[in-house]
């Protein structure tokens, strides 16, 4: 069974949990945590344990469907999920007709075999829709999602497949590990410059992107499938038309986060930030800097800023050895220095 860490993702947080949740329990008090840009949700599941009230926010579709999935208030049956399991299980990968995935993702980021499977396991949930329920929808669809993920011919995000001769046929439907229905969780699908004027909480955990990678170019594979309307693709990569470009991506990123600071209604702010701004490859290049964002909280709050060496992530090009990572705590409405 699939947890909520077993995935890759650009700029996930699950080899920091430990740090983080210790300079958050230290610095920060309240009853409820803001996971603002939460990507996998691997930091609300972990931070999950200490609040009564998590709110979960991520504009993109794939990460949607996985938080109701693991943490939806509505009960599921065990019993159809796992009747379900088996009958996507025992369906013969050769023995079915191409069909939309196949036909554009075969023998590129899956196998034939494994892209026609994907392709009908997903027809099959999509008809599933209206007889079983909506947190038992999300549950199925999540498992496709790490599924697929899991065997992907890919590093690790969809810019690109792996150009290699023969794709194996990997592909397994596994189940994700939900956890039992509570009232706990909160989950939109927003921009966050937006949702920050209707949220309030206690402490708000920001961890935007910072170059100019946008996730739902990265992980287009994963919206799509999750999405279902069957787009036209183009390129060698097999993209769709761009939808939920990120502004911080761009070089408006500066003006975006002190927008974002400036609407946010907590009384504590968490921000993690890298130093990759010095990195030569440009894509990886920071749009804020390490002073901008100082800067920008200050102005909210006594902000403190806490640094930890990090080994890097590494698709190859960006030569940069001297990692840090950064976690900045501003307590709003105090003043710098006391
Ligand atoms: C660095 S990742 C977050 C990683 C996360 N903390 C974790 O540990 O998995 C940044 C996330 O922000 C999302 N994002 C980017 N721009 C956004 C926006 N304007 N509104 C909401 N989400 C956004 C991306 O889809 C991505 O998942």
Redesign the pocket.
């Known amino acids: 069974m699939y947890n909520i860490s077993n995935r890759r993702?650009t700029?996930?947080?699950?080899k920091l949990l430990d740090w983080i949740e210790e300079l958050i329990l230290e610095n920060c008090e309240g009853e409820s945590f803001f996971d603002v840009?939460?990507?996998?949700?691997?930091?609300s599941a972990r931070m999950s344990k200490h609040y009564n009230s998590v709110i979960m926010?991520?504009?993109?579709f794939s990460?949607e469907i996985i938080y109701k999935a693991f943490f939806g208030n509505d009960k599921y049956d065990v019993h159809v999920i796992e009747k379900y399991r088996k009958q996507f299980q025992n369906i013969p990968s050769n023995k079915i007709k191409d069909n939309y995935f196949s036909v554009n993702f075969g023998d590129k980021y899956f196998s034939k075999n494994d892209a026609r499977l994907i392709g009908k396991i997903r027809e099959e949930i999509q008809k599933l829709k209206r007889v079983i329920s909506d947190r038992e929808y999300c549950i199925l669809l999540a498992s496709l999602v790490y599924s697929m993920d899991k065997i992907s011919n890919t590093v690790g995000h969809y810019d690109a497949y792996r150009k290699i001769g023969n794709i194996e046929d990997r592909f397994v439907y596994e189940l994700i590990n939900p956890e039992n229905a509570s009232d706990k969780f909160t989950i939109y699908r927003?921009?966050?410059?937006k949702l920050v004027k209707k949220v309030k909480a206690d402490i708000a955990f920001i961890?935007?992107?910072y170059n100019s990678r946008q996730?739902s170019r990265f992980y287009h594979v994963l919206e799509n499938i999750v999405q279902w309307k069957k787009p036209r693709l183009e390129g060698t990569a097999l993209k769709p038309e761009a939808e939920n470009m990120?502004?911080?991506c761009r070089s408006r990123a500066p003006e975006v986060f002190a927008d974002l600071i400036k609407n946010i209604q907590v009384k504590y702010i968490v921000v993690t930030y890298n130093n990759t701004y010095n990195s030569k490859s440009s894509s990886s290049k920071n749009k804020i800097t390490l002073e901008e964002i100082t800067k920008i909280l200050s102005s909210k709050g006594q902000t403190t800023i806490y640094e930890k060496k990090h080994p890097c992530f590494n698709a190859g090009k960006t030569e940069f050895n001297d990692h840090k990572e950064f976690v900045f705590i501003t307590k709003v409405g105090a003043k710098n220095g006391k």
């Open positions: 993702y700029g996930s947080k699950y840009f939460a990507g996998t949700g691997v930091v926010n991520d504009f993109l990460n927003m921009d966050a410059n961890d935007p992107p996730y990120s502004e911080y």
